[in-house]
């Protein structure tokens, strides 16, 4: 069986009360669960984490060759737009990754108009909320199908 690795990255525990205007009202938890159910429709493994920590996330993208996941769901949050580690970890990690957002970053502040991450990965899906995440894990399982 296939495995995904789903990393959430800082204040993403948060969803649900953080800012509801922009990240809307669905909390993480709630956004696992559904993710959860389109990969048991698809018949792959998939392993949720959250982390607040740049070096965890390092981590679990380093580890995720050798722990057998042939892809990686990410929502760096704000480590998108300042960690060169998180980008090289991904540059180097050799599977295939896509990028999520929740938010359309090229409308908000114009620091979140930088991405790091978006250059290393297969593509990037954003501003479609809670849906951002489903329509990543569809592009991801089909690249992974295809490849
Ligand atoms: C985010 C966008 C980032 O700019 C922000 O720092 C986040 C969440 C999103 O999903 O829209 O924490 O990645």
Redesign the pocket.
Known sequence: MKKILVIH????DLLGTREPTI?GRLTLAKINRMLKIQAKKAKVALVIKQSNHEGAIVDLIGRAKKNKFQGILI????Y??TSVAVRDAIAACGLIVVE????N?YS?EEF?HKSLISPVVCGTI?GFGANSYTLGLAALLDLIRTK
């Open positions: 990255g800082p204040n993403l990240y929502n760096p949050a704000a998108t737009h999520v957002h929740l938010s970053i908000r979140r954003l």
